[in-house]
């Protein structure tokens, strides 16, 4: 039996550009795709975040045809990059029942996802913040994204930001794999016993496991790039997770994880169009269902007012 196979390319502009340590992004590519058997039709979003993964993307998916045998999909497609083996099991997930999405899943509101703090100016920023949440009389969470400046710089920040939140107010900082073990480990101590920080995300580069298992007991590091570069690291990885459906190569997996009450897993956006959010609000409901329910990270305010945000696939797909 053949699945009929399509794809549409798509490109937007971030409302303001997101920095981190090693790129910074403010324009997205990348393809919806559709796949369709007796009439029952799936969409996946191929989401790459790195121009390379992207030109990698763009010449795989030319070489998949327009007919596609079921048998084994999921095997025959292992050859591809993780991005488009996640669109295909994506769209596979669908028509096959293994996820049902709702109409609605209320992540608008600003206590319902985390909140990314600028980082030329985090003080005047989380201040702007404040004054919101005072507004609203809710705990909110914020991110910081570091290694961005030197390091007297960004401690010196840090330690205003503490002064200045209370108990109702969550901090990730994320370094992007870009410090090195003597700096990392001063972070920690300086943070281990405060109780507003969720975690340090991914401090060390990718490939130092054993100094990020060593952080780990003073303070929790969730890992990100890690899990993304070693899979295995998913099931051996005793601290935080974050986890982002569209880099990983079967989000069945994590859906599963979701559903059997797995702790200690984030949620967290690659910046995608409505077609990729319908994962990330349907898993993030259910990780705030779980053991340890944190607030998802989704970039909510980092996307333009377009149809490609819409909550409803066939619209998003018959617009482009």
């Known amino acids: 039996m053949n699945l009929l ?46 121009e390379e993964d992207l030109k990698k993307c763009a010449k795989q998916l030319d070489m998949i045809p327009s007919y596609l045998k079921l048998f084994n999909l999921s095997e025959q497609i292992n050859i591809f990059h993780p991005c488009i083996q996640s669109a295909i099991n994506s769209a596979l997930a669908e028509i096959n029942g293994k996820i049902i999405f709702k ?3 209320y992540f608008d509101e600003i206590d319902k996802t985390a909140i990314l703090l600028n980082h030329e100016n985090v003080v005047s920023d989380l201040n702007e913040i404040k004054k919101r949440q005072s507004d609203i009389g809710k705990s909110l969470t914020i991110k910081w994204k570091v290694a961005l400046k030197n390091n007297h710089e960004e401690e010196a920040s840090l330690e205003e930001i503490l002064s ?22 001063r972070w920690a101590d300086i943070l281990k016993d405060n109780k507003n920080v969720d975690w340090l995300e991914q401090p060390l580069c990718v490939d130092d496991i054993e100094g990020m298992k060593e952080l780990n007991k003073k303070i929790p590091i969730a890992l990100d790039e890690s899990l993304l570069k070693f899979p295995n690291l998913i099931d051996e990885w005793k601290g935080w997770q974050i986890r982002r459906p569209s880099q990983e190569n079967n989000p069945v997996k994590l859906l599963r994880e979701l559903e059997n009450k797995k702790a200690l897993i984030s949620i967290s956006t690659s910046f995608e169009t409505g077609i990729g959010k319908r994962w990330l609000y349907h898993l993030s409901s259910l990780q705030l269902q779980g053991p340890t329910p944190k607030v998802p990270g989704l970039a909510m305010n980092k ?15 018959d617009q482009l």
Do not use: C, H, M
């Not at 200045?164 to 901090?171: A, D, H, T, Y």
């Open 5 to 50: 196979f399509k794809k549409k390319s798509y490109s937007f502009k971030l409302s303001t550009k997101v920095e981190n340590s090693k790129t910074t992004f403010l324009t997205k590519f990348g393809w919806i795709i559709k796949l369709t058997i007796n009439e029952k039709i799936g969409f996946g979003e191929v989401s790459p975040l790195l």
């Open 103 to 105: 109409e609605n899943y």
């Open 164 to 185: 200045q939140i209370g108990n109702n107010i969550k901090l990730r900082i994320d370094a992007n794999g870009s410090w090195g073990r003597k700096i990392a480990n």
């Open 303 to 317: 996307f333009p007012n377009s149809f490609l945000f819409l909550n409803e696939a066939k619209k998003i797909w």
